[in-house]
């Protein structure tokens, strides 16, 4: 995604959908913004072919098989809605600017900018796609909610990739398989 000027994790949510869509009242409420993505509708940020999605930015990933929507009318390459738990995830890459050069850890902290009364859960290293990246998980109030959030911050040139999942904290862990799964998925493929 471009990254925001603020740089606040609700911004960064608000750039894909209100937190609302994402987080509604009651898990049995689905969200509003949910829809099954048609490969024209994703023909500016890439196709989706036999459960993976290539961007157009050069990588490709795979989606998760079950429980999870497609969400194509967003800024982010791609944008996925938890089809029976209020939650999201989001992948994107930004091959422009100076995000190139900021170190990967400033950038995953910007990615949960927002969250108050946080609490960091994780915060290190690891590798996406044989590439260091900066991981954290953070736990937080977002617009009277308690989420927890899980970023990833790879750069892979000319682009910095971002991976966020977000939930409300007690569903948290029930999505962070297919989210894990998406991430280890990741690798370069040719431009388009």
Same mark, same amino acid.
């Not at 930004?94 to 995000?99: A, D, I, K, Q, V």
């Given at each position: 995604?471009?990254? !925001?000027?603020?740089? $606040?994790?609700?911004?960064?949510?608000?750039?894909?959908?209100?937190?609302?869509? !994402?987080?509604?009242? +009651? +898990?049995?409420?689905?969200?509003?913004? !949910?829809?099954?993505?048609?490969?024209?509708?994703?023909?500016?940020?890439?196709? !989706?072919?036999?459960?993976?999605?290539? +961007?157009?930015?050069?990588?490709?990933?795979?989606?998760?098989?079950?429980?999870?929507?497609?969400?194509?009318?967003?800024?982010?390459?791609?944008?996925?809605?938890?089809?029976?738990?209020? $939650?999201?995830?989001?992948?994107?890459?930004?091959?422009?600017?100076?995000? $190139?050069?900021?170190?990967?850890?400033?950038?995953?902290?910007?990615?949960?900018?927002?969250?108050?009364?946080?609490?960091?859960?994780?915060?290190?290293? $690891?590798?996406?796609?044989?590439?260091?990246?900066?991981? +954290?998980?953070?736990?937080?109030?977002?617009?009277?909610?308690?989420?927890?959030?899980?970023?990833?911050?790879?750069?892979?040139?000319?682009?910095?990739?971002?991976?966020?999942?977000?939930?409300?904290?007690?569903?948290?862990?029930?999505?962070?398989?297919?989210?894990?799964?998406?991430?280890?998925?990741?690798?370069?493929?040719?431009?388009?």
């Amino acid at each position: 995604m471009a990254r !925001i000027p603020c740089l $606040s994790l609700l911004a960064f949510l608000c750039a894909f959908a209100p937190l609302r869509e !994402i987080l509604p009242a +009651s +898990s049995a409420e689905p969200p509003l913004a !949910i829809r099954n993505a048609t490969v024209e509708t994703l023909a500016a940020a890439g196709r !989706i072919e036999n459960g993976m999605f290539y +961007s157009a930015k050069g990588y490709r990933v795979t989606l998760p098989p079950t429980g999870w929507r497609v969400d194509a009318g967003q800024r982010a390459d791609l944008t996925l809605r938890g089809a029976a738990q209020p $939650s999201g995830m989001v992948v994107d890459a930004t091959c422009t600017g100076r995000e $190139s050069t900021r170190p990967l850890d400033v950038l995953a902290r910007h990615l949960t900018f927002g969250l108050t009364r946080r609490d960091v859960l994780e915060n290190g290293t $690891s590798t996406v796609g044989g590439r260091e990246a900066a991981h +954290s998980v953070v736990r937080g109030l977002a617009e009277g909610r308690t989420v927890t959030v899980e970023a990833l911050v790879v750069r892979a040139e000319p682009c910095v990739h971002d991976f966020l999942y977000v939930a409300p904290s007690e569903a948290f862990d029930g999505g962070r398989p297919a989210f894990r799964a998406l991430v280890e998925s990741f690798a370069l493929e040719p431009r388009r």
